[in-house]
């Protein structure tokens, strides 16, 4: 009985002992936050003092290295371990070789035996790519063009901007993530060139000792106005509002006085009309009132006893004498009493004037004998 007491006093005894050993050692100084690219290496420091036994690494919660006073105890080949002294405490340096985008996160350096811990978080970047479409670019001179750069792939998204080789009366840039691609960021810049030259987008990002850049060449034609305006300059915006409003009233100018024209030449044509049919009916109305006045004459004074001259002639011939008379004076006081004084005419010597008295009382013939 008294055997087993001591047995269990003698393990009492020796597991104070390792905690009063285990307590007089501690880490001193923890490791260090790092940022790394993918592909790269990592280096993590944990310094401890003197009289520890077992310091352990892990990443993200789980122990990937251990390493004691004697060697380390590797499980993975990514992870290695050296160790180095400084001023009686010891060091120990934990290496991940070709590290991956999953590496990223909390690294964290214990002592057995400890409840003091050294942590640091690792953080992987990812460099994409950076191009811009073209490699050599075509603009007119003094005329605003856009040049865009694109980064894809990185992991976080860098800072792009850039750096301008050419004359130009202006410039700006803006950069923006795509919005489908959380990896990929774009970057546009806008200037207005003057002259040749190159222009380079840069992409930076922290822990990225190099950054990243891609060039382009910016050829400059001139301007088509330029080959024309000796001067060498163009018109201003109120010139160009002006002539472009001259113009516009000059058109309806034009056609105000194509209609003006066009109603004039109707108007005389329906004049025109107007004035020949005047003539037409008034021509038509005198041809109707002559043929009117000559029906009347023909109707009214119509001398119904008259008859062709010679078979009255051959009948005169064939009268008896008695009928003949050649006194002058006894024509006239024997003849009709209707006939006016306007139907006697003076009798001459030399003319001697003769009357035949026709059967038909209704015809008198006057004949002159020369």
Request: contains cysteine.
């Amino acid at each position: 009985m008294e055997g087993c007491w001591r047995g269990i006093l003698a393990t009492l005894v020796v597991l104070a002992g390792l905690a009063a050993s285990g307590s007089s050692y501690q880490i001193i100084e923890g490791p260090k936050n790092a940022t790394v690219q993918v592909g790269w290496e990592a280096r993590f420091n944990c310094t401890v003092s003197q009289g520890w036994k077992l310091i352990m690494w892990a990443l993200n919660s789980t122990v990937v290295l251990s390493v004691t006073p004697k060697e380390p105890i590797i499980t993975n080949d990514r992870f290695t371990s050296e160790s180095y002294e400084e001023g009686g405490d010891f060091i120990s340096e934990m290496i991940i070789h070709d590290v991956q985008l999953s590496d990223a996160g909390h690294i964290k350096c214990s002592l057995q035996n400890s409840d003091r811990e050294g942590s640091a978080f690792l953080s992987v970047q990812v460099v994409g790519k950076l191009s811009i479409p073209n490699n050599s670019l075509v603009v007119t001179e003094d005329e605003p063009c856009n040049v865009t750069c694109h980064a894809v792939g990185w992991t976080p998204l860098p800072a792009l901007s850039w750096e301008i080789g050419v004359p130009a009366s202006q410039s700006s840039y803006y950069s923006v993530p795509e919005p489908d691609d959380l990896q990929s960021a774009v970057s546009v810049l806008t200037l207005t060139p003057q002259g040749n030259g190159t222009l380079t987008c840069v992409a930076t990002m922290q822990g990225l000792q190099v950054p990243e850049s891609v060039t382009v060449n910016l050829t400059v034609r001139p301007s088509p106005l330029g080959d024309t305006d000796e001067s060498g300059t163009s018109l201003p915006t109120w010139a160009i509002v002006l002539l472009a409003v001259s113009f516009s009233l000059l058109l309806i100018l034009i056609i105000v006085l194509i209609i003006i024209f066009c109603c004039c030449c109707v108007s005389r044509r329906e004049k025109k009309e107007s004035d020949y049919q005047s003539e037409i009916r008034k021509s038509a109305s005198v041809k109707t009132n002559k043929e009117t006045l000559e029906t009347k004459l023909k109707s009214g004074n119509e001398n119904c006893g008259y008859s062709s001259e010679e078979p009255k002639t051959t009948k005169a011939a064939s009268l008896p004498p008695k009928s003949y008379e050649s006194s002058v004076p006894e024509e006239h006081s024997t003849g009709h009493p209707h006939q006016g004084p306007d139907h006697r005419r003076p009798a001459s010597s030399s003319r001697p004037h003769v009357t035949f008295y026709m059967a038909s009382p209704k015809k008198v013939r006057n004949v002159t004998l020369v």
